[in-house]
């Protein structure tokens, strides 16, 4: 039988494990995850040099989590600005599934006040892989709660979702409005009538690759080439918003609903063929697609 800490009932042997990831700001990436970088699409401050966004990719959709409290992380010391105080940038996912989660019971309100004082992505990592549900549906409301992100206008096929505006506090009183919207076109159609009250306008795009599925059967029909095209094609207008305001990208495999992660990997590699001049990796030059920028 392994031997377990007095304190708790994890192995001694994974303890010192466990420890190095959480000491210091562990540089440890998270399991299933890789990221790159990209840069902006438009000018930053009006420069004629541009910046460059983190592009997360993952298994899990609930590991975007551990991507959005890193650049918050990042932001509060580029622009010295406090927790309570933070002007979070808007979440844009696309999604098949409503991964919102419920108003309680998905995660324990005292256990991520403590994560909202760290600054150790080892622990944020772990606390996402561990602490966070799962089934990968519960991790915007947290994000929500600690102001991690502002407000969030959900793209889901699931129509049983769709409804007004709701407004959530979150732990230090600011209001965020949850949008549920049915395609790129009705986003651009809410963002504009949106009251930002003070909020920055930035953009956190997020996409789960089962959105181009057609229904949430795990044997069902995918769309076709064309037809993701056609998404982006016919939502050009909120993409162009999207693109004009985007702060990081994160995408989830997510292979049990995506129809495999063959599957998976084509959805992306069609997303970039669309939006990008190339194979995003370590020592690809690519950009974004001028035609996607008009």
């Not at 600005?81 to 409503?98: G, I, Q, R, W």
């Not at 505006?165 to 504009?192: P, Q």
């Not at 997020?206 to 993701?228: A, Q, R, V, W």
């Not at 995506?258 to 020592?283: C, M, V």
């Amino acid at each position: 039988m392994d031997k377990t800490s007095s304190s708790s009932n994890i192995p001694e042997y994974l303890l010192p494990y466990i420890q190095k990831m959480t000491k210091g700001n562990s540089h440890i990436n998270p399991p299933g995850c890789y990221s790159n970088f990209l840069k902006t699409p438009y000018p930053v401050d009006n420069d004629s040099n541009k910046g460059s966004i983190e592009v997360g990719v993952f298994y899990e959709h609930r590991f975007a989590f551990y991507y959005w409290m890193k650049w918050r992380m990042k932001r509060c010391l580029e622009y010295k600005e406090e927790l309570h105080s933070f002007k979070a940038p808007n979440l844009v996912t696309m999604d098949n599934h409503d991964d919102f989660g419920a108003d309680c019971g998905d995660f324990l309100k005292e256990d991520i006040i403590e994560l909202n004082k760290t600054k150790n992505l080892g622990e944020i990592a772990l606390f996402v892989w561990a602490g966070l549900r799962s089934s990968n549906d519960g991790h915007i409301l947290p994000a929500v709660w600690l102001n991690v992100i502002g407000d969030v206008y959900l793209i889901t096929t699931q129509v049983r979702q769709k409804e007004e505006i709701r407004c959530i506090k979150d732990c230090f009183d600011n209001s965020h409005n949850i949008h549920y919207v049915n395609d790129l076109g009705e986003f651009a159609k809410r963002w504009e009538r949106s009251d930002y009250n003070n909020r920055t306008k930035d953009i956190y795009w997020d996409i789960d690759l089962d959105y181009f599925t057609k229904d949430d059967y795990y044997n069902g029909p995918i769309m076709s080439e064309e037809e993701i095209c056609n998404v982006f094609e016919t939502g050009k207008d909120g993409t162009h918003i999207i693109l004009n305001a985007i702060a990081g990208l994160t995408f989830a495999l997510e292979p049990k609903h995506s129809r495999g992660l063959f599957t998976a990997l084509k959805f992306y590699s069609i997303w970039e063929k669309i939006f990008l001049t190339g194979n995003l990796s370590p020592f690809s030059n690519c950009d974004w697609r001028p035609e996607c920028l008009q």
